[in-house]
Every structure is written in C-alpha cells, then in structure tokens.
C-alpha cells in the first residue's frame, strides 16, 4: 500500500515536470497562457456572472489540454520518425488542427461573452 502511495506522488511529480516543459519549451504554450491572463484580466474588470467564468475556464483548459497533447504528440513523432515521412506531418498537422479549432470556438465563445459588455463600454 505505501509503495502504491508514493508512486502517485511521484506520478504528480512527473506531471508537474511535465507543465514546467510544457511551458518552458512550448511557444504555443505561453501565447496560450497570455490569453488566457488577458481573457481572466477582462473577465474580472467586466465582473462576469459565474456560467461565464466557468465556459471560459471550459475553454482555457481545453485549449490548453490540447495545446499539451499536441506537444506530446509532436515529441514522440519526431522521436518515432526522425527522418521526414508523409504520415508523421499528417500526425502532426491533425494535432495541431485540434487545438486550431478549440482555440476558434474558444474566441467565439469569448464574443459571445464579451460583446455585451464591451457594447455597454
């Protein structure tokens, strides 16, 4: 029972390494990151109602989740597949696209919360 106890603490460790390269190495990352500052910035000087917090917070970590899996995913390709191959940038280009779209109805989401508030400005 204790070594299953500290190996999920070391798990949680490993995923905290795992942010820190997330962030440290991914540019992608940290522009994410700023917008999401910027959203949490704008959200609070606008004093939005909790269901808006909570569906941009749906959403930050949804682009953010994503953002991570591509990460993981562009790593281990160029680890699998070093040399160019046609497959690996199709693995690639559909991970990036995944978290192209969350990141588009992410902003539509933000309009749709914002306007109001930026009309009443």
């Known amino acids: 029972m204790v070594g299953y106890i500290i190996k999920r603490i070391k ?3 490993d995923a905290f390494r795992g ?3 997330f962030i440290k190495e991914g540019a992608h990352a940290r522009i994410h990151l700023l917008a999401v500052a910027l959203v949490t910035f704008a959200g609070f000087y606008f004093d939005l109602s909790n ?3 909570i569906d941009l917070i749906l ?3 949804l682009v953010l989740g994503l953002e991570a ?3 993981a995913i562009e790593y281990a390709v160029d680890l699998a597949s070093p040399e160019y191959h046609d497959l690996a940038k199709k693995a690639k ?3 990036a696209a995944s978290v192209l779209i969350a990141a588009i109805f992410s902003v539509i989401l933000a309009i749709l919360i914002f306007s109001p508030h930026l009309f009443d400005f």
């Open 11 to 13: 798990a949680f460790g």
């Open 19 to 21: 942010i820190a390269t």
């Open 51 to 53: 269901s808006d917090w």
């Open 59 to 61: 959403c930050f970590a």
């Open 69 to 71: 899996i591509n990460s």
């Open 93 to 95: 280009d559909v991970a």
